[in-house]
């Protein structure tokens, strides 16, 4: 985006997050196996979350797609065992695409303002997310 279209004055800020932290992926693996109808308690949400580092909501919730078949196909409910056979099958698109994110977060550091102080915190950067314009209706 050329900077002229981003500037103060046009746009409130340019905000900016990096990929999920543990913490954030716990939360989204319980979001979308509640989002199934199923109990978040009765799955290790914290395992699930330590094994998906640079994963983001959307790969976590096909993780989760993925394992619910693996379970159906073989006649019982998901479990774990078939999301972390799902996460071992999966690369994260932060992983196939490092060279691009390490520039976003560079272009991060001096260009936006993160969403979260946790997201200052994590790495060095993150990836544009959002922008508010500062116009109604612009």
């Known amino acids: 985006i050329p900077s002229m279209v981003y500037r103060k004055g046009r ?13 954030e992926r716990d939360e989204i693996f319980q ?15 914290a395992l699930l979350a330590a094994r998906t580092t640079d994963y983001v909501g959307a790969e976590i919730e ?4 993925d394992a619910m078949f693996k379970g159906f196909n073989k006649g019982v409910e998901f479990e774990d065992a078939h999301i972390l056979e799902s996460i071992r099958e999966t690369v994260p698109q932060a992983t196939r695409d490092q ?3 390490a520039a976003i977060r560079e272009w991060v550091k001096t260009r936006a303002r993160h969403v979260s102080k946790e997201g200052e915190k ?8 959002a922008l508010r314009s500062k116009k109604k209706g612009a």
């Open 31 to 45: 979001i979308h196996i509640r989002k199934r109808g199923r109990d978040p308690e009765a799955y290790n949400t």
């Open 62 to 65: 096909g993780v989760i797609e």
């Open 122 to 129: 994590q790495a060095a950067g993150g990836t544009v997310r």
């Open 11 to 23: 746009l409130d800020e340019v905000w900016a997050t990096d990929l999920p932290t543990e913490t």
């Open 99 to 101: 060279e691009e994110l």
